[in-house]
């Protein structure tokens, strides 16, 4: 393994240039949701141009639309296709799915960005753009690890997979697009900004949306009335003790580290239409964690029971209900074992490249990993090399060195798990 | 005044039916914001027809717009016209403004209401539609008050000046420019939605908005960021317990009934814009009442000291300061002793009418008479037929015996107020 070690950083060094241009020109491709064609474009010629079989489809049909795991805010996926390459193996291996994500979310206010938002400008070793680290630099370390190996002449037995998908950000549609291909694999890297450190566990999530119901009445006489901005501070109280009942039992040593490991979080509130009136209703939108071995339905349940127990703790719940909608937004959450096979080939690696132990954690929020695992029989760790803290974040960056170290780890875990020709 | 009631409720029968078809005709005029034009041709035409001296123009222009009681969402007043109206008395009585407004707050829901929004329908002795109660029932009972007087022969001493107004439901700035044009008085009357009660004292009112601040995460790590939400709350608390301490101070019987004399309402909330992101900012609107006797900037004061007293309570606010913005409408509060002449005018002649005692109270939202009193140096008494829990609601409507009954009463406070010559 040391030997490889040394010929995989050589010859991803060789390349180092070309490898960054390639990224400049991913990042530069503003792919925000449906506008991901021509990112998905360089992808696929790139695939090709490596021996790849190339599979560009724009998704849709009765199957993913009725499926249970089917989430996005819109039906029709025109203008942004999936690509999936495959690289056959020689054979008596074990096959792996590389899956990455190339839907960009929205640049946001483009005042906080220092540069443009898809330059792909490089500056002190740090590649920046939206996208850049969430995930197109994760997508590159996976892509570019295939493509040394290859140039070193090595033939691995069992089959790459590699899934460039849209979608992720509103709920991993594309994966399920994917998998509902028929793609599957016996394991699966997700290169998503976990800094480098190893998520074999992926919270999960959803969104909900409640309504929470006043009665309205003129401002000067609002005793009158009964404000929903009022009742929606104890909803809002009744969440936070709902979030902190179902963290105090979880014991799992990888979220040790997190304040609160599987965190619901209320991120809009709006309500009431006239400053001199008793607002009538505030709808309220956030998006509930889910634990790697949980099931969302019964998240949901305890979310439910949470919401009635409001009508103990004042009657005018009892009358006027809160009403709950799960919406938009769902990443399905996943599980693999330390002991999984992949996950001693990752770690040892990493230890290989990096003289150290990495860090093993649960990942904070959903990936595709989820849907992998869940979903495709395909057990999924995640790690990758961006920020995490960048990611949808005003100058998103990503060190370059990062992005050459994670692919060496990557390579030399393709040669450990899907085995090679001697 | 025994003889005059009998005279005044007989005339005022006489003309009932073309008073009601008079007020139908005002109710149908859809005279929302900016499309006061119709109803003010009706007005200015009937006051024409029964001699007053009729002043009608579009307001605006530097003294106006630069006021610091100017407050209005525009500054073109084109298609809204003020109308005044100008019966001079014999002289030697005192004068009086007969002041109300004739813009009406939109309909809103359409589909709440059980007939058309403008309908002017009678039904079982009651008028419907959007401005029949909030105020045209009380414009008319006190124009036809003046007529019956004139049909029974009476020239009344002093000056009756009737003041057909805009832009009341947006903070007076119609009766600003009346004032502003030089029509003062010794008394006014402004027959708004008091239900028949007596309002000498008229609470003001202000609007505000605040602007919370957070910072922004991942809901997934939600701990990483701070939510405007949650602060919000405090913030909410905070303003719950600066209006209690308000309140604890008022201990004018006029406001004994009322259970919080003058409530601060936040009637509308709104933050976050990604279910999945830790909100950073949330925005609040409310309205503030001010007492009769108190300053509107002493209130402002006291507004501001109590967001400065958070940081006390939360560190972050501290270096997060509530931003405090003082917008939009503002209504300037009033206050006639019960000593009054026209006070004392009114309570005589409603026991006369009525039979029973009137009810005094102080109104519980701003009305124009504020400004009339603060500024005109014209002490202004709130008293109207209008019902009060329907102004703004969906099938407003008003009873029309109570607008005859009223129209009685203000003929005998005018007999009695302005003197007449026998």
Redesign the interface.
């Given at each position: 393994m040391a030997v490889w070690k040394e010929k995989v950083k050589e010859q991803l060094e060789k390349d180092r240039d070309n490898s960054v241009r390639l990224l400049q020109s991913w990042v530069r491709e503003a792919s925000v949701q449906g506008q991901e064609a021509g990112v998905q474009e360089l992808v696929a010629s790139k695939l090709a141009e490596m021996g790849f079989e190339v599979d560009k489809w724009v998704m849709g049909g009765e199957e993913l639309l009725s499926h249970p795991y089917f989430v996005s805010p819109r039906t029709s996926f025109e203008g942004s296709p999936n690509v999936v390459g495959v690289l056959r193996g020689t054979g008596g291996g074990r096959s792996i799915i590389l899956n990455g994500h190339v839907d960009v979310v929205p640049p946001g206010d483009e005042t906080q960005w220092e540069r443009d938002p898809f330059s792909g400008d490089v500056e002190d070793g740090k590649l920046y753009g939206r996208g850049a680290t969430d995930m197109k630099g994760g997508n590159l370390a996976a892509l570019i690890a295939v493509e040394a190996l290859q140039k070193l002449g090595v033939k691995l037995k069992g089959d790459v997979i590699f899934e460039s998908v849209v979608e992720e950000e509103s709920g991993g549609a594309g994966t399920l697009a994917t998998i509902l291909r028929g793609y599957k694999a016996d394991a699966a890297l997700v290169p998503e900004l976990t800094q480098m450190k190893i998520m074999p566990k992926q919270?999960g999530?959803m969104?909900?949306r409640l309504k929470v119901i006043g009665r309205s009445a003129?401002?000067?006489?609002?005793?009158?009335g009964v404000?929903a901005?009022?009742k929606?501070?104890a909803v809002?109280?009744a969440i936070g003790a709902l979030e902190k009942r179902r963290n105090d039992r979880i014991t799992d040593p990888l979220y040790a580290k997190?304040?609160?490991p599987i965190?619901i979080?209320?991120?809009?509130?709006?309500?009431?239409?006239?400053?001199?009136?008793?607002?009538d209703l505030?709808k309220l939108?956030?998006?509930m964690?889910v634990a790697p071995e949980e099931e969302m339905e019964d998240a949901k349940r305890e979310m439910e029971e949470a919401l009635a127990g409001l009508s103990a703790i004042d009657p005018w719940f009892a009358d006027h209900p809160v009403e709950l909608e799960w919406y938009?937004?769902r990443w399905v959450p996943g599980a693999v074992e330390e002991e999984h096979p992949l996950m001693q080939a990752l770690m040892a690696t990493f230890e290989e490249v990096k003289g150290e132990k990495p860090v093993i954690e649960a990942?904070?929020?959903?990936t595709d990993g989820g849907l992998l695992t869940k979903l495709a029989d395909t057990p999924a760790i995640v790690f990758g090399p961006g920020i995490?803290?960048l990611?949808?974040?005003p100058n998103e960056c990503i060190e370059l060195d990062t992005v050459f170290e994670c692919a060496a780890i990557y390579a030399l875990t393709l040669l450990e798990w899907c085995g090679y020709e001697e």
């Open positions: 919270q999530s969104w909900f003129h401002g000067g006489t609002r005793y009158e404000s901005i009022e929606s501070l809002v109280q997190l304040p609160i965190p979080n209320i991120g809009v509130i709006e309500g009431g239409k006239w400053p001199s009136s008793v607002a505030v939108e956030g998006r964690g938009g937004a990942s904070p929020w959903g995490t803290q990611g949808h974040y």
